[in-house]
């Protein structure tokens, strides 16, 4: 398996989190546990080459699964439960686009919450255009050829001057970052001036959840994040200390945004879920064609 990040062009670059090229030369591999955690990004997805199937896990509440077929794009909303992909045998070739947690608003003026734990196909929200560039992408030669489609389709929708977040969710976005995803959401709102219940309609439309829900994903995929370059289970149990009131309240986090238990997910093999999770240059590599 390699992924290979794509530098985006400068006028989508602030709305994008990670752009990348996922190649499996025999799909994904089935022993693996393929487990992907919520990290409050949206996401633009195309299975360019062998469709994609995800499924909820046993602790989700979402629906059951849904295949995304080869050539389909789809675009897939904010999560706060786990899911595992799986594909058949057979070179496996994914486009994927990472939002920033406001960086989907600028595209698309579909209120995001109806998207939350959804996977929408892009002709749905977008309709003609949707439909055009799902063509001309499964018609590329080579997936260079299909990345350039994608990179065009994001550069225009961003140069239509299309809406952009209310300053009031960029300006909490960036404190809630700052306070390493800890503030008190009514402290929020006292900081951005507006009330709890205005703060999380903005939020439900512009972002795709509450902040409160956003702060708790957001939180434990800091703390997955360094868990995926280190995988030691003790190092994990001491950084929860600096984000959970106690060890049960972390094991009850944990499993329900993975699925399992701490001990039970450290003896998994999810070579695929870290993956996404490796820095730019130590996850490069597969082929360009």
């Known amino acids: 398996m390699f992924l290979r990040t794509i530098p985006p062009h400068a006028v989508i670059a602030p709305y994008i989190h990670h752009f990348w090229v996922f190649d499996a030369p025999a799909g994904l591999p089935a022993m693996d546990a393929r487990v992907v955690v919520p990290n409050g990004r ?7 080459r062998n469709g994609l199937t995800a499924r909820a896990m046993p602790t989700s509440t979402r629906k059951p699964g849904r295949h995304s077929p080869e050539g389909e794009i789809v675009l897939v909303g904010l999560w706060d439960q786990p899911t595992t992909l799986s594909s058949t045998a057979g070179r496996t070739v994914t486009i994927g686009v990472e939002f920033t947690p406001t960086g989907l608003a600028h595209f698309i003026r579909q209120d995001l919450h109806e998207i ?16 055009k560039l799902a063509r001309r992408v499964a018609e590329a030669d080579t997936a260079t050829a299909a990345v350039a489609l994608v990179h065009a389709f994001l550069i225009d929708r961003a140069l239509e001057n299309g809406p952009s977040p209310d ?5 909490a976005m960036r404190t809630m970052a700052a306070s390493g995803f800890s503030i008190p959401i009514e402290h929020l709102a006292d900081r951005m001036d507006c009330s709890r219940r205005h703060l999380q309609t903005l939020f439900l439309r512009q972002v795709g959840m509450t902040p409160k829900k956003l702060q ?18 003790r190092m994990l149990r001491e950084d929860a200390l600096d984000h959970f009131y106690d060890q049960a309240h972390f094991i009850h986090t944990f499993r329900r945004f993975t699925g399992h238990a701490p001990s039970a997910f450290a003896e998994l093999d999810n070579e695929f879920g ?4 490796r820095s730019p240059t130590a996850a490069a590599g597969p082929p360009k064609a």
């Open 42 to 48: 949206a996401k633009l997805i195309v299975p360019w």
């Open 216 to 233: 708790s994903v957001m939180a434990f995929e800091r703390l997955y994040r360094r868990y995926a370059g280190h995988r030691d289970l």
């Open 116 to 131: 939350f734990l959804e996977i929408a196909p892009v002709d749905a929200l977008l309709g003609k255009l949707g439909e």
């Open 167 to 171: 300053p009031i969710v960029q300006a």
């Open 274 to 277: 870290r993956l996404f999770y």
